[in-house]
């Protein structure tokens, strides 16, 4: 499967942005999707995640209560709804699929990414 991350952007603290990570290729149906996001200097980090159905959805807890992933089979497509944003949520953001029919943590590992977005939050 193809994924496509889209959605970034500059946005002021406080402020919100939604990421869109669009599929092609295969089933979209048949995988689970994670966010991750990777800033300059740290290792890449889970963020979110939720189940080929859209109703198990998982996050990290630096993200709880501010992003909310979401996912529209029907159009091949996942979100990522981010509300106040923190300049410490700046990052490149990839979307990835998990075949979900292996038995894997939502933290990995993937089968298929995307390329990155850029999310900048000024302080």
């Known amino acids: 499967v193809q994924l496509q991350a889209f959605g970034g952007g500059l946005v002021q603290a406080g402020g919100s942005l939604r990421l869109s990570c669009a599929a092609s290729?295969?089933?979209?149906?048949?995988?689970?999707v994670g966010w991750f996001r990777q800033a300059p200097g740290k290792e890449r980090e889970s963020v979110a995640a939720t189940d080929w159905r859209g109703i198990t959805t998982n996050y990290a807890d630096s993200v709880k209560g501010r992003f909310t992933i979401s996912r529209d089979n029907a159009k091949n497509t996942v979100y990522l709804q981010m509300n106040d944003l923190k300049p410490e949520d700046t990052a490149v953001y990839y979307c990835?699929?998990?075949?979900?029919?292996?038995?894997?943590?939502?933290?990995?590992?993937?089968?298929?990414w995307g390329q990155g977005t850029q999310v900048t939050v000024s302080s």
């Open positions: 990835a699929a998990q075949y979900n029919r292996a038995i894997r943590s939502w933290t990995g590992p993937y089968d298929y």
């Open positions: 290729g295969r089933t979209f149906s048949d995988y689970n």
